[in-house]
């Protein structure tokens, strides 16, 4: 598949998602809550097209309005992460010294952790709620956005555009945000894309581990949960939420993918190298 | 090259400490009374002040902190509140099952991967190619946590061809561990496509089959050797992937290991001891894919 294609096919998946999870008041048969136990676990078909779950509640009615929480709590994540990272990647960079030799250690020793299982432990003692959810994915998710902030300042410290500015008499700040930064946008949005799919991801394990968006919330990964147990009478409450979570990661891996050749990025392998 | 992994072993131990400053921070220092959260808000006074005191809360930070790292490095990480045992002990009677688990994913994922994206990668543009393309990015897009009840519900109750779940024989293990497999199957083969690709393209490929080396002996000894240097470096990454996976894998399966235990709500000391013990074992996971790299390339085995 061309670059281009994938970057199309992509952003009209993740509009097609968006819109569903905007107008699911107005797609769906009925409310996300409204239950109806004389049709607990009803099949697919008729009034309920993607059936009933174990209260009788409409599954595509939870499915649409799940997008809201998992594209929600993602794009919460993501912001903050990218803000945090792209800060503090920016002053280390440009500043150098001891502020970078530190701030590199800190990332060091955060990035020899594995990311989604200090989440998972965060929001276990801390409680389900979604603001524990999004806390828990970007105390960790700032790292990747730092490093690639840090890597682009350094790289282009030095060069003549910015000795210009800062002859000039501009500021720090200003050779940051104005002449450095907008130059480390493509690699910071490629990584931002990858990482949305992430916290997707992140966010419905959290949940399907119970750690995550606390019920009633029909979060898609709650959703998997709760009709594990009723797999072999109701399968349509485990496939269709799953299947909704994979299209979803599937856009912005396609967009991901597509972005990164259009523009030019080269990310190093899973996000970092070992130091050696 | 002898000392190699000597002077790997002595850098582990900085990061070993800053992994267990890092749990100690996570859980100590962000907004919330960990008391609060593991009795709720209707406690008795007295019942949180004994708890707060049995924790060792109300001393002062650094000396929580010294008695943290202290405790740690005997292998004492307090009382278990759901379990009732110390939690060191009730790790201990689970860890081999999680180890169990991993490292029959990780058989599988790399014994699946790298052969599939080494023939995708001889066949580029092929039939073959499409297919491991295809089934990667699926890999790459199924949710464990999605696909794990789904082959449950195939290959456990339809078909009734392997356990629901548990521990036991080699038949547990199949569909938990093919679960936990896939997601880095699909990350591995893409990989190992990629750059035994690269690898195809550079001189000394030519040079070994203009030297008269057969076709196989090109890709599989000279390209494949290079070609495995990032499949290693990103393995040793996904490790933290497998052993966080490994939470959702043994819930869905009722695998009896430590990553259950991570999801033991509100059990401070239990998540904590599992935290730092899992820590660690990535740690010394990518310890050792750092050794192996530099032994499969010995341009890196040099100290920078």
Redesign the interface.
């Known amino acids: 598949m061309t670059s281009r294609l994938g970057v199309v096919a992509g952003v009209a998946g993740l509009i097609v998602i968006a819109l569903a999870g905007a107008a699911a008041p107005w797609l769906a048969p009925t409310g996300p809550y409204t239950p109806d136990l004389g049709a607990r676990l009803g099949a697919p078909g008729g009034a309920h097209l993607l059936g009933q779950d174990t209260l009788g509640r409409d599954v595509l009615a939870r499915v649409l309005y799940g997008t809201r929480i998992s594209l929600g709590v993602a794009t919460a994540a993501v912001g903050l992460s990218l803000a945090a990272g792209t800060v503090l990647g920016c002053v280390a960079g440009y500043a150098g010294g001891w502020v970078d030799e530190a701030l590199t250690r800190v990332i060091?020793?955060?990035l020899?952790?594995?990311?989604?299982?200090?989440a998972?432990?965060?929001a276990?003692?801390?409680?389900p709620s979604l603001p524990n959810v999004v806390?828990a994915l970007s105390?960790l998710g700032w790292t990747g956005y730092a490093r690639l902030a840090r890597a682009a300042i350094m790289s282009l410290r030095e060069r003549e555009f910015v000795a210009a500015a800062r002859a000039l008499g501009a500021r720090p700040v200003r050779i940051v945000a104005r002449h450095l930064l907008p130059l480390a946008g493509p690699v910071l949005l490629v990584q931002a894309t990858f990482g949305m799919a992430g916290a997707m991801?992140a966010e419905?394990?959290l949940s399907?581990?119970?750690?995550g968006a606390p019920p009633p919330l029909p979060s898609w990964?709650a959703m998997?949960?709760e009709?594990?147990p009723f797999?072999?009478v109701a399968?349509h409450l485990?496939?269709f939420?799953?299947l909704a979570?994979?299209l979803a990661?599937?856009a912005l891996?396609l967009l991901g993918d597509g972005l990164r050749d259009l523009l030019d990025v080269r990310l190093d392998?899973?996000g970092?190298?070992?130091p050696? | 090259m002898g000392t190699l992994p000597g002077r790997r072993l002595v850098l582990l131990l900085p990061t070993v400490l800053g992994v267990v400053t890092l749990v100690f921070a996570f859980l100590h220092l962000l907004p919330g009374d960990p008391v609060e959260i593991m009795l709720g808000d209707w406690a008795a006074p007295a019942d949180a002040v004994a708890l707060r005191r049995d924790l060792g809360l109300d001393r002062p930070l650094a000396a929580q902190y010294v008695r943290f790292v202290g405790h740690a490095a005997r292998g004492d990480f307090g009382q278990s509140i759901a379990f009732r045992a110390p939690v060191a002990r009730v790790i201990a009677d689970r860890y081999p099952a999680t180890v169990e688990l991993a490292i029959a994913a990780l058989l599988l994922a790399v014994g699946g991967a790298v052969p599939l994206g080494v023939l995708a990668a001889v066949w580029r543009g092929r039939a073959l190619d499409r297919i491991v393309r295809l089934a990667s990015l699926a890999g790459v897009c199924l949710p464990s946590f999605w696909l794990g009840p789904v082959l449950m519900f195939a290959f456990a109750m339809r078909l009734d061809w392997l356990p629901v779940s548990g521990r036991g024989g080699l038949a547990h293990l199949v569909l938990p561990a093919a679960t936990l497999a896939l997601g880095m199957g699909g990350i591995l083969v893409r990989l190992t496509r990629a750059s035994v690709l690269a690898a195809l393209g550079e001189d000394y490929v030519r040079t070994a089959r203009a030297k008269g080396a057969p076709r196989w002996r090109a890709v599989g000894v000279h390209a494949l050797r290079n070609a495995l240097v990032p499949v290693v470096t990103v393995l040793g990454l996904q490790a933290g992937a497998l052993l966080a996976g490994a939470v959702i894998t043994e819930t869905i399966f009722a695998w009896p290991g430590i990553g259950r235990l991570v999801v033991q709500a509100r059990d401070y000391p239990l998540v904590q001891g599992c935290v730092l013990v899992i820590g660690v074992t990535y740690v010394a996971i990518n310890t050792a894919a750092d050794v192996l790299v530099r032994a499969i390339d010995p341009r890196l085995a040099e100290p920078a």
């Open positions: 060091d020793v955060l020899a952790f594995p990311g989604l299982l200090l998972i432990a965060l276990a003692v801390r409680g806390l105390v991801v419905g394990s399907f581990l119970g750690v990964g998997i949960d009709g594990r797999l072999l399968p485990v496939v939420p799953g979570l994979a990661v599937l891996q392998g899973a970092r190298m070992t050696s």
